[in-house]
């Protein structure tokens, strides 16, 4: 399970934090907490909730069984 979560955060970290984005930002965008998304681009270890990655999924207008197959799972 870890190995999945990794590729989760991971995943959102490259793909739709990326580096020049703030933080607050993605979080604003996104309906989440700032500590949230600054914990998913930046802790190794964090858990992300199914909750946290849902919302995250439907303001980006996606299912999460569309973002499993975009991260190859």
């Known amino acids: 399970m870890t190995s999945l979560n ?3 955060c ?3 970290s490259k793909e739709w934090i990326g580096e ?3 933080k ?3 979080a604003l965008n996104h309906n989440i907490d700032e500590k949230t998304a600054r914990r998913i681009y930046g802790d190794k ?4 909730t199914l ?3 849902n919302k995250i999924c439907e303001t980006r ?3 999460l069984s569309e973002f499993f197959k975009l991260i190859g799972c």
């Open 6 to 8: 990794r590729k989760i």
């Open 10 to 12: 991971d995943y959102i």
């Open 20 to 22: 020049d984005q703030p």
């Open 24 to 26: 607050t930002q993605f």
């Open 45 to 48: 270890t964090y858990t992300i």
């Open 51 to 53: 909750y946290t990655l």
């Open 61 to 63: 207008g996606i299912k």
